[in-house]
């Protein structure tokens, strides 16, 4: 006895939470299966949401007919619809190389292993870090799960506390740069620095970095 695959395409929605739960409503019957996308763009959302739509559906497929050939129609769901663009390969390389520069330009520490060298709490050792990075006073690049800290941000002569100075940098670029991009800033030259890098600056002359700092967020707000 055979099969006939499963076409019949599988509702899905995508949106805010009161926009999905207004769709939702229009539901009669079946099972919900549903994903938060955090910090995903209305683009992004709608691009899983069809790759995501036709996995539902291949693996029905598959669960029906158990066939080879459905198996490998899931296989192949699972890679790009498209093939990258020449521009986008080169986009995406140009972006590793950034972040294996920084990650290679700079010691970054765990929230514990600042802990242990600044002598905080070892029941927690995160706390304090989070403390810091919600108010500022230092920022971290996310990597595998983790968040890591910049050695260079700790201040030897006060216990490795973050240079009070780091706090007044990071408020000039608010919310323009996140933590890879604040960490390249900070690793790369700069001529307002006479070419020296604010990362070397930092603990010497903070108002230097301060001052290039306040230059940098005055260019990307004219830009």
């Known amino acids: 006895m055979e099969f006939e695959p499963i076409s019949a395409p599988i509702p899905t929605f995508t949106g805010g939470l009161k926009e999905v739960r207004d769709q939702l409503d229009n539901v009669k019957d079946g099972q919900v299966l549903a994903f938060v996308l955090d910090g995903a763009s209305e683009s992004e959302a709608k691009a899983i949401e069809q790759v995501i739509s036709r996995i539902i559906r291949l693996t ?61 709490s070892e029941k927690n050792p995160s706390a304090q870090l989070h403390k810091w990075k919600r108010d500022g006073a230092i920022f971290a690049i996310r990597r595998n799960g983790l968040d890591y800290f910049p050695g260079y941000a700790l201040d030897a002569a006060n216990e490795y506390r973050p240079h ?60």
């Open 60 to 120: 029905q497929n598959t669960l029906t007919t158990r066939s080879n050939e459905t198996l490998s129609s899931l296989v192949e769901t699972l890679l790009p619809k498209d093939m990258p663009s020449p521009a986008l390969l080169k986009e995406a390389r140009m972006m590793l190389r950034a972040k294996e520069a920084v990650l290679n330009g700079a010691d970054w520490l765990t929230a514990a292993q600042v802990a242990s060298i600044a002598g905080l």
């Open 164 to 223: 009070r100075a780091l706090k007044q940098v990071l408020a000039q670029f608010g919310d323009a740069k996140d933590g890879w991009g604040l960490a390249y800033w900070f690793q790369s030259v700069n001529s307002f620095l006479g070419g020296q890098r604010p990362m070397d600056v930092l603990a010497k002359n903070p108002d230097a970095v301060l001052a290039a700092a306040a230059d940098e967020a005055m260019g990307i707000a004219h830009a």
